[in-house]
T-cell receptor
């Protein structure tokens, strides 16, 4: 099993550009989520999904969209990138039990200039 | 949303010594989890302790939970240079939160050979 795969690993965008961060998991996990990690801020939840067709907002959803058309994929879209979105983005998944651990991808480092 | 507060922010020890990290929180939880992050990588789950448990062990790791004091500690015994990483506590609030995890800001552990 590959686990949670994120692409790309690195990305540089100009302000106003759009892009999609990809996340795929092959563990048949119902729950998937996106976090951003900034120095001194820990990890903050952006959006999450408890199954195909179901998404909800986390702590910092503004400027990001998600969709969940399949169990395996959970892309994160930046519609109009801003310098404040410079961060490291992590996708994570788990089974739908609250006592299941999260499995993380290796992250996408995004810089917005 | 509540977030765990970790203490200390940084810890530097010699190989063979024990390392203790603490996490405090303010509201009720369903479970508390500890994760490790090596530089430039995603987080890796270490251990989960449920709200009705007081202590758990996994290899050289020992986690305690005191719900009356709303605090947890992670003890790494006989530390090794390979334990150098950031360690995060994560809180699962339960209820209708779908087990969303909120992360603390982490403790940076450096183990000197």
């Amino acid at each position: 099993n590959a686990g949670v795969t994120q692409t790309p690993k690195f990305q540089v965008l100009k302000t106003g550009q759009s892009m999609t961060l990809q996340c795929a998991q092959d563990m048949n996990h119902e729950y998937m989520s996106w976090y951003r990690q900034d120095p001194g801020m820990g990890l903050r939840l952006i959006h999450y999904s408890v199954g195909a067709g179901i998404t909800d907002q986390g702590e910092v959803p503004n400027g990001y969209n998600v969709s969940r058309s399949t169990t395996e994929d959970f892309p994160l879209r930046l519609l109009s990138a801003a310098p404040s979105q410079t961060s490291v983005y992590f996708c994570a998944s788990r089974r739908n039990s609250q006592n299941s651990p999260l499995h993380f991808g290796n992250g996408t480092r995004l810089t917005v200039t | 949303s509540q977030q765990g507060e970790e203490d200390p922010q940084a810890l530097s020890i010699q190989e063979g010594e024990n390392a203790t990290m603490n996490c405090s929180y303010k509201t009720s939880i369903n479970n508390l989890q500890w994760y490790r992050q090596n530089s430039g990588r995603g987080l890796v789950h270490l251990i989960l302790i449920r709200s009705n448990e007081r202590e758990k062990h996994s290899g050289r790791l020992r986690v305690t939970l005191d719900t009356s004091k709303k605090s947890s500690s992670l003890l790494i015994t006989a530390s090794r240079a390979a334990d150098t990483a950031s360690y995060f506590c994560a809180l699962s609030a339960g209820g209708t939160s779908y087990g969303k995890l909120t992360f603390g800001q982490g403790t940076i552990l450096t183990v000197h050979p």
